[in-house]
């Protein structure tokens, strides 16, 4: 069974711009994902999904596979405030065409998952037939996590640590997020009225903390790229 990667890399990013394209360690950032998709044996094509022609022109410079085609989104379609799932579920059509079976999508922001990583996780999703999402560990006890007005605290958790007063590490219930890095799931659900959210009915791929470095900022690319002289 082959899948579909689907890689979104829109141009505009406020926080840092032309991000996607910003290299790391000798790379395009969005080239180490397209690398991980187009590397992997189930992948059989990798949709490109991006409104840049600069962006399309560094993917084919660097990626040298039949594997890789584009979806040239609009301006409009790649608006800061338009939601990557909005944008699959509205322009399925226009995205697969024809294609059957699922598609694997992979966020651009997540350099360090490999092509491990995404085997990794089509196998639980076989083994599963299920949806599947990458996610990972939250690096310190969200048991502590507590809401202020700046005067007193709330504990988000009803048995928090601090009301029962049982404050061990060792004793807190590891708890997960998503990390952006892996989405499968059925082209076909995408058509599907009652789908609300990309994680429906899906189970979790659970990722090494050093593999799920989110780039948004300088630092997070300092952090990525010392991981990677690192390997």
């Known amino acids: 069974m082959m899948y579909t990667a689907f890689v ?7 926080r840092l711009p032309n991000k996607n394209i910003k290299m790391l360690n000798g790379k395009p950032l969005v080239v180490w994902t397209l690398e991980a998709c187009v590397q992997s044996e189930h992948i059989s094509e990798v949709i490109f999904s991006t409104d840049s022609k600069e962006y399309w022109e560094l ?16 301006a409009e379609e790649a608006g800061d405030k338009v939601k990557i799932f909005d944008y699959l579920k509205g ?18 922001t997540m350099p360090l998952r490999n092509s491990q990583d995404v085997d990794a996780a089509i196998a639980l999703q076989q083994k599963l037939d299920n949806p599947v999402f990458s996610a990972v560990e ?26 029962t007063g049982n404050t061990r590490s060792q004793d807190q219930v590891p708890m997960y997020h998503p990390n952006g890095a892996i989405y499968i799931r059925p082209i076909e659900s995408l058509r599907c009225a009652n789908l609300k959210t990309i994680y429906d009915d899906g189970a979790p791929y659970i990722m090494d903390r050093s593999r799920s470095v989110d780039i948004d900022n300088e630092i997070d690319f300092k952090i990525a790229e010392i991981l990677m002289s690192n390997e």
């Open 138 to 163: 939250y690096d310190f006890a969200v048991s502590f996590a507590f809401t202020s007005d700046g005067e007193s605290w709330r504990p988000v958790l009803e048995n928090s640590p601090m009301i």
């Open 8 to 14: 979104p890399a829109r141009s505009g990013s406020k």
């Open 91 to 108: 322009s399925v059509d226009k995205i697969f065409g024809s294609r059957e079976g699922n598609f694997l999508m992979a966020l651009p």
């Open 59 to 74: 993917a084919k410079q660097y990626i040298k596979s039949d594997k890789l085609v584009l979806d040239d989104r609009s």
